[in-house]
Every structure is written in C-alpha cells, then in structure tokens.
C-alpha cells in the first residue's frame, strides 16, 4: 500500500463548480499536511497545511481527520486558473522529508 | 537568493556518463531535500540534509547516487553511470527545518540517452 492515496483523475469541471479532493495516508505517526499545487511542467508550490481543526483559504478548504488518517481539500467556486495538479503531503516524524501523493489533475472549462 | 535556484535547468547526457545537478537553497535554510519526479508521478524523497550532514538519505534507490553540501548552502547531487531510468526530472527544496512547508527550485531535467 502506497503511503500517501489520491483519488486517481482527472477531475474535468465547469467554473463556478465546487470540486473536493480526497486523500489517504498509511501512517499513523504522520505529523504535518499539506496541499501542494503544480502547474505543468512547473515545480509544487504550497497551497497550504492542513490542521486539525480544519482550515480555510479563501475559496480553499482543508480537512485532516487523524482517525481515519483522511484529508480532503475543497475548492469552491472554480476558476480557470485553479487547473493544476494538486498533491497531497504528509510528513512522517520529526526528520523532516515529505511524503508526496501521486497527484490528482483538475482541468477547470469555461 | 530570493528563491530556491537550480543548474542546469536541462542536462543531456549519454548513458554511462557522470552527473553533477547544482541546487542554491534560500539563505537562512538549514534544511534542503533533493528529490525526483518522473512524469505521471508525485515527487519522490531522495536525500534531506540538516546543515552540512545528510540526515536522511534513504531515498537514494543505489550507491551510484551520491550528494553533499560542505559549507551547508549549496548542495550537489551526484550520479555516476548515468542509466535510462534515471531521466527524470530532479527538485531541489529548502525549508527553514522540519515540518515546515518547503520551496521547490525549479527543478533539472535531466535526459539519459
């Protein structure tokens, strides 16, 4: 079993839609969350962490439940420029090194 | 610098040949990760280095793969032998130390032929 599962895409929606990713991850000593963004052919960039108590950005949400080692990220009211792939991220232990999901790809269309 | 700088952007080499990829993390960075994404897939961990010493370099797949950064700035990945598999595309990221967010370089495209 992979460490970090994303739903598999690609996610193809109209703007104005609302779009949720899901995420799972296999170990329970995994202490910090996060959503990367990446563009293609570009590098991730950090969408935002992922708290327990759930977080929002703007049109961004994201939720962590530890118990059933889930996190989801919501995005509502899309736009064009919100097309990327989104990577979910868990860190395991203190030492630092992220652990990356394969990806899920969102294509936003007019 | 202002940002996470990598050289070079593209290498092309010929299989067997040797490899170095340049990596300048922010400054004030004690923390920087190398790792390698291949199309269709998620970043994938190599080595992580706190200051000068690697802490973590589980994630290089054989002892071809090498990387060090003396002065605890700059940090070099080195791979000797080059093979087909290893075209990929190298990241480079700094973070001011565990669990912390990071910032990507751009990455190297490195193209084994």
């Known amino acids: 079993r992979k460490e970090v599962e994303q739903d598999p895409g690609p996610f193809n929606v109209p703007e104005g839609a609302t779009v949720a990713f899901n995420c799972t991850y296999s170990?329970?000593?995994?202490?910090?969350f996060f959503w990367y963004r990446q563009d293609c052919r570009k590098e991730p960039k950090l969408l935002m962490s992922v708290y327990s108590s759930g977080n929002e950005d703007g049109r961004f949400t994201a939720q962590l439940n530890r118990a059933s080692q889930y996190i989801s990220l919501l995005i509502r009211d899309s736009k064009l420029s919100d097309s990327a792939t989104y990577l979910c991220v868990v860190n395991i232990g203190s030492q630092g090194n992220l652990i990356f999901g394969k990806g899920t790809k969102l294509s936003v269309k007019p | 610098g202002a940002g996470v700088s990598q050289t070079p952007s593209n290498k092309v080499t010929e299989k067997g040949k040797y490899v170095e990829l340049r990596c300048d993390p922010i400054?004030?960075?004690?923390?920087l990760y190398w790792y390698r994404q291949s199309l269709g897939q998620g970043p994938e961990f190599l080595i992580y280095?706190?200051?000068?010493?690697?802490?973590?370099d589980s994630g290089l797949p054989n002892d071809r793969f090498f990387a060090v950064r003396p002065e605890g700035s700059v940090s070099t990945l080195k791979i000797q032998r080059t093979e087909r598999g290893d075209s990929a595309v190298y990241l480079c990221?700094?973070?001011?130390?565990?669990?912390?967010?990071?910032?990507f370089g751009s990455g190297t495209r490195l193209t084994v032929v």
């Open positions: 280095f706190q200051g000068t010493g690697a802490a973590d």
């Open positions: 400054s004030g960075h004690t923390a």
């Open positions: 990221a700094s973070s001011l130390g565990p669990n912390q967010g990071y910032t």
């Open positions: 170990n329970s000593a995994s202490q910090s």
